[in-house]
């Protein structure tokens, strides 16, 4: 995680000082992420890993959240960028894929970054998630999942075992949303 996938991952990326990791079971990727951000939220679905890792984190700039990512308990616009390392397919399906997708873009700041990396299907990965949720998420539809749940500049790259992507939640300009609004002023 730490020479390979997390580097390939934040390539050319300011993530900004508040950051959202989601799913990061164990911490490894947080552990590494914490020394790079002023301000890390985890949030985490397991019980028995949301409680390992806030102990194992507590007096840090971690906080872990044990709730449903598909759901999250935060205001909108809250983080700066949102990061998926090697989690999307343990959502069991592509519909509730897509409501993270959505969430993540609602909890994000306009202009926030969506970046993230998952597995691509092998035999080994497929022995590995026997007793395990593994919904593998296709590359190549991907893209177009990120721009129906109002992401923007989506971008995906491929390796041999995996994929990275990202995508922004747009900005609105100050000056479109004066005009937009301008028939509703009183």
Request: proline share 5%.
């Amino acid at each position: 995680m730490e020479d390979h996938t997390l580097p390939w991952v934040l390539d050319g990326i300011d993530l900004g000082p508040n950051i959202l990791e989601i799913g990061p079971g164990p911490g490894i990727s947080t552990d590494i992420l914490r020394a790079r951000v002023t301000s890390l939220t985890c949030v985490e679905i397991d019980r028995r890993l949301a409680d390992s890792l806030k102990r194992r984190t507590a007096g840090t700039n971690v906080t872990v959240v044990r709730e449903d990512a598909t759901a999250m308990s935060f205001e909108n616009d809250v983080f700066d960028a949102a990061l998926s390392l090697t989690m999307l397919h343990h959502i069991p399906s592509a519909s509730l894929q897509d409501c993270l997708l959505r969430e993540i873009l609602r909890v994000l700041r306009p202009g926030g970054i969506f970046a993230g990396v998952d597995s691509l299907y092998s035999r080994t990965f497929g022995l590995l998630h026997i007793f395990d949720t593994m919904m593998i998420v296709d590359p190549k539809t991907f893209p177009n999942r990120l721009l129906s749940a109002g992401f923007v500049d989506a971008e995906i790259d491929m390796n041999q075992n995996a994929f990275r992507f990202r995508a922004r939640k747009p900005v609105l300009r100050q000056e479109c949303s004066r005009e937009l609004l301008a028939p509703f002023s009183f």
